[in-house]
């Protein structure tokens, strides 16, 4: 525990409430355990869809809200823990189980977690009811918001999410047979234009097409035909093997990346090189 970034002393004596500290004594000036992680806020307000404003549920980033939406079965919880363990120790287990899905994920999950928010805003459910959420409260939240508009996946991620946000806040999961029953009713009544029909596939003779119409010795073609084959040899979506933000050399490969070509046992050219990283393989394969 020595390698773990000092606590402000501010942080210290304020992540927690007294464990006999009511809940309405929860202030803007009381912060979440999870304080130690700074919320990065919505550049725009489009960032974060509307929810009705609520002192346990800051404008923040949505895969922060895991860690900054709060419920008061989470903030007893804590407290609750606070009397065995030190605070810092609470703040960096929360910590470290959100960092253990991948942003993307984290932040598709966070849909999860809105919309069942605004479900409970609009039926004006009590804040105590919301976590651990019963079963019937969650099979009515799928059976609203499916039919006509939500697909399968959609579903199954929203119903991740709110199970992730359960483990991080310390609440058991209802989420069994009754539920399962609501999901597949809902999954069975959405029209077929919930969801995309499936691409055709990419062939090799999509492959030799491009490759005709390129030209190796310039970069940029050379940099589109690579990106075009390790993503149909290694079974890739064009997400995974391009630079959607800034370029970082601790994520993305590069030209400089080490490299290996040989032939397999079949007397088959191939050619493999390091990537820094994957979701997979967050220390690189």
């Not at 119409?213 to 290694?234: E, I, K, P």
């Amino acid at each position: 525990m020595s390698d773990l970034l000092p606590v402000p002393h501010s942080i210290r004596c304020n992540c927690l409430k007294p464990p006999h500290a009511p809940l309405a004594h929860t202030t803007p000036l009381y912060p979440h355990i999870c304080a130690l992680i700074p919320p990065i806020t919505p550049k725009t307000p489009s960032c974060c869809p509307q929810s009705l404003p609520h002192l346990l549920r800051p404008h923040v980033s949505a895969p922060d809200w895991f860690l900054h939406w709060l419920t008061p079965f989470g903030l007893a919880w804590l407290n609750h823990l606070s009397s065995h363990l030190p605070r810092e120790l609470l703040a960096w287990e929360c910590i470290f189980i959100a960092r253990s899905i991948q942003p993307k994920t984290l932040s598709n999950y966070s849909a999860g977690v809105l919309r069942f928010t605004q479900f409970c805003d609009t039926f004006l459910i009590p804040e105590d009811l919301r976590m651990p959420t019963p079963e019937w409260l969650l099979s009515i939240f799928i059976m609203t918001c499916s039919p006509g508009s939500v697909g399968r996946g959609t579903i199954k991620t929203w119903l991740l999410g709110l199970q992730f946000w359960h483990l991080i806040n310390g609440a058991p999961w209802y989420g069994a047979s009754h539920l399962n029953r609501a999901a597949q009713g809902s999954r069975a009544l959405a029209p077929s234009s919930s969801s995309r029909v499936p691409w055709a596939p990419v062939t090799m003779r999509h492959l030799l097409s491009l490759r005709h119409h390129l030209s190796l010795t310039d970069t940029f073609d050379a940099a589109v035909y690579g990106t075009a084959t390790v993503a149909f040899w290694c079974q890739c979506r064009l997400a995974e093997v391009t630079v959607d933000n800034k370029f970082d050399p601790s994520v993305h490969a590069s030209h400089s990346s080490p490299q290996r070509s040989g032939s397999t046992a079949t007397n088959i050219k191939c050619c493999s090189f390091w990537a820094p990283r994957t979701k997979t393989h967050p220390k690189g394969k």
